[in-house]
């Protein structure tokens, strides 16, 4: 954002890492920040174990324990054999991020109602295989 007088700024919001905590702050333009030591990698989800989910990266056959907690709303979304984006901070898992298109049955669904078009919005909630429950069309 530039100003009318002063120098130019950014507003930013920033999620910590372990805590999931959100903050807003504002750098000065030229100012420089230390980046965070991540280390992204593509692992396989092959089952549940209690509380935890276990991946295992596809080349080194590296198994890798997650907590549930640890991977949030994403539980929803958690298929066997199916490639996860993991971001590891310091060794510990700190995001799971789904791929983009999943293929996944649909258990229940409300049926269509006939006036529901007219809107042009024609979708209605599902909720699939996996326990997500999201909008498809009529």
Same mark, same amino acid.
Do not use: C, N
């Given at each position: 954002?530039?100003?009318?007088?002063?120098?130019?700024?950014?507003?930013?919001?920033?999620?910590?890492?372990?805590?999931?905590?959100?903050?807003?702050?504002?750098?000065?333009?030229?100012?420089?920040?230390?980046?965070?030591?991540?280390?992204?990698?593509?692992?396989?989800?092959?089952?549940?174990?209690?509380?935890?989910?276990?991946?295992?990266?596809?080349?080194?056959?590296?198994?890798?324990?997650?907590?549930?907690?640890?991977?949030?709303?994403?539980?929803?979304?958690?298929?066997?054999?199916?490639?996860?984006?993991?971001?590891?901070?310091? @060794?510990?898992?700190? *995001?799971? /991020?789904?791929?983009?298109?999943?293929?996944?049955? +649909? %258990? !229940? =669904?409300?049926? @269509?109602?006939?006036? *529901?078009? /007219?809107?042009?919005?024609?979708?209605?909630?599902? +909720? %699939? !295989? =996996?326990?997500?429950?999201?909008?498809?069309?009529?």
């Amino acid at each position: 954002v530039k100003p009318g007088k002063g120098q130019a700024f950014t507003r930013t919001k920033l999620k910590h890492l372990t805590s999931g905590r959100v903050v807003e702050r504002t750098f000065r333009s030229g100012e420089k920040l230390d980046l965070a030591d991540v280390e992204e990698t593509k692992m396989r989800m092959l089952y549940r174990e209690g509380t935890d989910v276990v991946f295992m990266h596809d080349e080194t056959f590296d198994q890798l324990h997650v907590p549930l907690s640890a991977i949030g709303s994403t539980e929803a979304y958690l298929m066997e054999e199916t490639l996860y984006d993991l971001v590891l901070y310091k @060794g510990t898992v700190v *995001d799971v /991020a789904p791929p983009t298109f999943m293929e996944m049955k +649909i %258990t !229940e =669904t409300s049926p @269509g109602v006939k006036g *529901d078009t /007219a809107s042009g919005r024609v979708l209605k909630p599902a +909720i %699939t !295989e =996996t326990g997500a429950k999201i909008m498809v069309p009529i």
